[in-house]
């Protein structure tokens, strides 16, 4: 790995321009130089990648999902702290900051599972030739999204300068509820499904997958809702500083309106994948995979001359939305059923409570930006938290008044993440 990292670092401006063709001769030594920063943070997101690995496996959650949110808060802080001294670099820091963090959180826990880590080499061990199997198909379902981004990026960069930055910004936003509780759910029920499927117990496999992709469902939809109505006030809160100006908030907000349509989809196609995996069916997912490719490109043709680099954001979301619904309708007929009445009645009791969410969020953030006025940080702060705060009130009244199962499950992870936080400090 540190080979290959060498390589990317000395071959930096060749890379970039394979990756962004068309790119502004004036901006790549810039961009060579914050490239060269950030690849320091591949060793540590391997690191933590195994980490999370070997710590799943002992059914330990709370440390790899704090690493995530420690990853792009170090992001957001570091960058910010460092911004005002080293400039845009101050961000590329903080990139390889949340890396270590994301890594370093998860020692503790890697200790306590007695890990005693040794060198070996031996690759002929059957352990690691199942892993090289198993790993392969894997690695090119979990490449899909990246070369779908790829795409965007290589054809965003043919329009107006500012457009492949209002993207990669833009679809950084929409990953946050992914990462955060999406995954979250993911990882803590795939060791139930597997356990399930080992012992062939499929009624209650069924029950646990639809259970989880519910629970997706449930807080996927709400972050879609809140992130389409407050993302002019939640970027110009954290963005809109020195350089990034008004106009840059407009350009990112516009591909994050077309990015937050895709977040449910996404966020279940994280879920989805673990479900086959559990089956050991690691080759449909790629089969999907590949299509959805084919999908994004087309659609990015289609939709970005009439729409722009919001066109792009939009082919991203709707090829998702494909993957998604096609790892549905494979894993129906794989298992017989997936209890698609209970999915189809819990999607649309979380449609209406994030609509009805979305549409109190709009006029608090419209009755504190004429009130309070957001011409200062405060104010801004202010606005998007009082925003949320009645956001998540709502949406957890609604969920009650709807009576949701969901609710209960998305709940559980949370008390016990803070149970586990409590007990760990």
Do not use: C
């Amino acid at each position: 790995m540190v080979v290959w990292i060498g390589v990317g670092v000395v071959f930096t401006p060749q890379l970039i321009n394979l990756l962004v063709p068309g790119f502004a001769p004036e901006s790549m030594g810039l961009t060579v130089y914050l490239t060269r920063i950030m690849f320091i943070q591949v060793i540590f997101m391997a690191f933590s990648g195994i980490s999370m690995g070997i710590l799943n496996s002992y059914k330990h959650f709370t440390a790899p999902a704090m690493g995530s949110v420690l990853y792009n808060l170090g992001i957001i802080v570091v960058g910010l702290l460092l911004s005002q001294r080293f400039g845009i670099a101050g961000f590329s820091i903080g990139v390889v900051a949340g890396a270590i963090l994301n890594f370093a959180v998860q020692l503790p826990a890697l200790l306590r599972v007695g890990l005693r880590y040794r060198f070996s080499f031996n690759f002929r061990h059957p352990g690691v030739q199942r892993l090289i199997k198993l790993m392969l198909p894997v690695l090119v379902g979990l490449s899909v999204a990246q070369i779908n981004l790829f795409v965007n990026q290589n054809l965003a960069s043919g329009l107006p300068p500012g457009m492949v930055a209002a993207l990669r910004t833009g679809q950084r936003l929409m990953q946050l509820p992914i990462g955060v509780f999406a995954i979250a759910i993911a990882v803590a029920v795939f060791p139930t499904l597997t356990e399930y499927a080992a012992r062939k117990e499929i009624r209650e496999f069924r029950r646990a997958m639809s259970l989880g992709i519910r629970s997706i469902f449930f807080v996927a939809l709400p972050a879609t809702a809140g992130l389409i109505v407050l993302r002019v006030p939640i970027i110009r809160l954290l963005l809109q500083l020195g350089k990034f100006t008004a106009e840059n908030t407009q350009a990112t907000a516009y591909a994050l309106l077309y990015y937050s349509i895709g977040i449910f989809a996404y966020s279940a196609i994280q879920f989805l994948s673990r479900v086959f995996y559990a089956l050991q069916d690691t080759l449909t997912p790629v089969t999907v995979g590949v299509l959805t490719i084919i999908l994004n490109l087309v659609l990015n043709f289609a939709l970005i001359k009439p729409l722009a680099h919001g066109g792009l954001a939009l082919a991203y979301s709707l090829a998702g939305i494909f993957n998604m619904l096609l790892l549905l309708w494979i894993l129906r007929k794989k298992l017989g059923s997936i209890d698609g009445g209970r999915i189809s009645v819990s999607f649309a009791k979380s449609f209406a409570a994030s609509a009805l969410m979305g549409f109190a969020l709009y006029w608090i953030a419209g009755w504190t930006e004429l009130v309070l006025g957001v011409g200062t940080k405060g104010g801004q702060l202010i606005q998007v938290s009082l925003s949320v705060m009645i956001g998540v009130v709502l949406y957890s009244t609604l969920s009650l008044l709807f009576k949701m199962e969901e609710a209960e499950l998305v709940w559980g992870i949370l008390v016990k993440k803070i149970r586990r936080t409590g007990r760990s400090g």
